[in-house]
């Protein structure tokens, strides 16, 4: 029987050879990205109702039928996606986006470049209401669990990049 680390890496596997038979470049050579997402956050006011991209390590991602929300991290922080089905395009080839009914190939770890408005959710969130994503980098292994994170010193001092990613996360 198969651990559940194999299912998971077996299952990333399928996922990424998916998106290569779409034509979908999973490690691009050129990104954009107009601003940190703490700028964003920090600085509504001044962001509200643009269109950005920004860029990030998906950290979080919940599905609620034709709503999706996410949150992305870069080395400022961290900020939230609203993923609204009616607001997404399909997958694009040449474009090299992800339409929404090809959001399910995305694993946390993946890094992301969304780009949208900047709104507020009705809770008060502030987060950047999706209308494209293009993947930059495709996770093929997951993130260290988030509330034990890396136990061994030596792994720790070897993987110095997620050390400090759950770090960050821990807050």
Known sequence: MASRLEEILKEREK???TLKLMGIDLYPARSEKEAENREVVE???????KEMTLA?????WREHGKLIFGQIQDQSGRIQLFIRADEMGSTDKEKQTIGF???????????????????KTRTGEVSLQVKEIKILTKSRLPL???????????????????????????G
């Open 56 to 60: 990030g390590r998906i950290m979080a």
């Open 15 to 17: 996922k990424i050879e």
């Open 43 to 49: 600085n509504f006011g001044k962001y509200e109702g």
């Open 101 to 119: 009914k090809d959001l399910e190939l995305l694993d946390i770890g993946d890094f992301i470049q969304a780009t949208g408005l900047v709104v």
């Open 144 to 170: 260290p669990d988030k509330w034990v994170g890396i136990t061994d010193p030596d792994e720790a001092f070897r993987k110095r990049y997620l050390d400090l990613d759950q770090k960050i996360s821990k």
